[in-house]
């Protein structure tokens, strides 16, 4: 019988983010913020990551989680309350609100609320360490699945990374994001290919 080394044992005991947010939800039986959740989540060892930006990966990861599940017809476990909150769909489906439409009419209809919402952060505020989260939301609402924000400046150029199904292909695609005042273009001389 060969023993584990304690890395392995490590690793096995690692949660995804979006299974260690659903356990910490649970746990509190009540909303958590995306920002609270990795904190506490890193605090307590449940997750690892290399990101520098590990609130946005759990931020991407719970949105990812619920569009992967609307996708496949599957029930959602999450649900977005908006300002940066999540809960579980059982904790709020007894409570007498708006809030408690099923998540997946949720997210249906959050489409266009999340796009207006992008854009009036876009516009209010042009530069922001929230600027590339925005932008994967964004990702995330239009389709595009391992969406994963790297930052840094380690980064190469390379923002944020994701792909997209077209039939049986599946295309990768790399973006740098630019954050410029609206009435400032950027042209074929920046380094960007395409800017958000």
Known sequence: MTKESPEA????????????AELLIRRA???????QLTKI????????????????????????????????GEPQRFIFLGDGQFSLVELVAGTPSQKTKSALDQVRESRLAAAQDVYKRLTARNRGENFELM???????????????????????????????????????????????LNNKIDRHTNASRAF
């Open 9 to 20: 044992q490590k690793k096995e005991r690692l949660l995804s983010f979006a299974d260690a």
């Open 29 to 35: 039986q009540k909303p958590l913020s995306y920002k």
């Open 41 to 72: 989540a890193l605090d307590e060892k449940l997750i690892e990551t290399q990101s520098e930006t590990p609130a946005i990966t759990m931020h991407v990861a719970l949105r990812s989680d619920m569009k992967r599940r609307e996708q496949r």
């Open 135 to 181: 932008v994967s939301d964004l990702l995330v609402a239009l389709g595009y699945q391992g969406v994963e924000v790297l930052g840094g400046r380690d980064d190469q150029g390379v923002d944020i990374i994701c792909e997209k199904r077209d039939g049986v292909l599946k295309i990768r695609v790399a973006i740098q994001c630019k954050c410029k005042a």
